[in-house]
């Protein structure tokens, strides 16, 4: 269960890596692709777009962290869209560490234990929530 606390430290680190949304973008991607080379199969040769729209989309539930229940369906949605691009349960996995490690890089020392957990947390959160939508696109 996501806390106030959780939800404010959350978003306070994604006020600061806001304004280096490209070069987070780049981090992220540049490090999924070197702990999982098979995904960049997954995407298009040009990331541009790509990298927008994940910026856009964590804004997005960064935003929404504080009504999880209005949030959800936009979750779920993203997790069915995914099975069509062949994301497997295992990528999540891959996801939350490229995702951690671009927080690290992108905050340097404001990436402290207690940021750390709090973005753990969230990802737990809607990596369910959007795994719950894959499972149901499934069937």
């Known amino acids: ?7 404010a430290l959350v978003r306070a680190s994604f006020a600061e890596v806001a304004p280096i949304k490209d070069t987070a973008a780049d981090i992220f991607y540049d490090r999924l692709f070197a702990i999982a080379p098979s995904a960049r199969a997954l995407f298009p ?13 964590i ?12 949030l959800a369906p936009a979750v779920q949605g993203l997790g ?3 099975v069509g691009y062949g994301t497997l349960p295992e990528h999540y996995r891959l996801v939350a560490e490229a995702l951690l490690f671009t927080l690290r890089q992108g905050l340097g020392a404001g990436f402290t234990p207690e940021v750390e ?7 737990g959160v ?10 149901q696109a499934a069937e």
């Open 80 to 82: 069915a869209r995914h």
């Open 1 to 7: 269960m996501l806390t106030e606390h959780d939800i």
């Open 45 to 57: 040769e040009d990331l541009a777009e790509q990298k927008r729209k994940l910026m856009a989309m």
């Open 117 to 123: 957990a709090a973005w753990t947390k969230v990802y």
């Open 126 to 135: 809607l990596s369910q929530t959007m795994q719950a939508g894959a499972a």
């Open 59 to 70: 804004a997005v539930a960064v935003s929404g962290l504080d009504d999880l229940g209005a």
